[in-house]
């Protein structure tokens, strides 16, 4: 009985810390070690489009990605995402885990001009900030469309 008993333990501490060293982070304790940011679609950007994609990586105890699934997006930014995310590497892992990636677009003006002064020119530019790697957020900034009503 001892000896049924002591295996038991055994294997529940294992359980545990197994459990344990996944709930480290939301990411399992992925750590990003190559980000690529997706492009803004030219064809998003002239047609002044917005969107928000969500995509499962599959990633091998290597740290490279083993497949994408962009399980929603808007077609325009599918596969600009799916380019992307393919190349990312992470550190090595104990195993293979899945992450969930959400990655917005937006448009921006991009330069409020305060008081008496001119709004910087960063009409063109894209402008990246991720909180990796669950969430990248892409602006591509625009020249304002200013319409005179008489």
């Given amino acids: 009985m001892p000896r049924q008993l ?4 055994v ?8 459990s344990l060293s996944r709930a480290q982070t939301p ?7 190559k980000f690529v940011a997706p492009a803004y679609p030219a064809a998003a950007r002239e047609n002044r489009m917005q969107g928000t994609t969500i995509t499962e990586l599959q ?16 077609p325009v930014f599918h596969d600009y995402v799916e380019a992307a995310l393919k190349q ?20 921006d003006s991009c330069g409020k001009a305060g008081p008496h002064q001119e709004a910087p020119q960063l009409f ?18 625009l ?8």
């Avoid at 294997?11 to 197994?18: M, Y």
Wanted: with cysteine; hydrophobic share 45%.
């Fill in 124 to 141: 063109g530019e894209t402008l990246v900030q991720a909180d990796l790697p669950e969430t990248v957020e892409i602006r591509t900034c």
């Fill in 6 to 9: 002591a295996k038991a333990l």
């Fill in 59 to 74: 990633v091998r105890a290597d740290g490279t990605i083993g497949s994408v699934k962009v399980v929603d997006a808007a």
């Fill in 27 to 33: 990411s399992g304790g992925l750590r990003v070690k």
């Fill in 88 to 107: 990312w590497v992470f550190d090595p892992i104990p195993q293979p885990a899945t992450l969930r990636v959400t990655v917005k677009f937006f448009l």
């Fill in 11 to 18: 294997v529940l501490t294992l359980c545990l810390l197994g």
């Fill in 143 to 150: 020249k304002p469309i200013i319409t005179n009503v008489n």
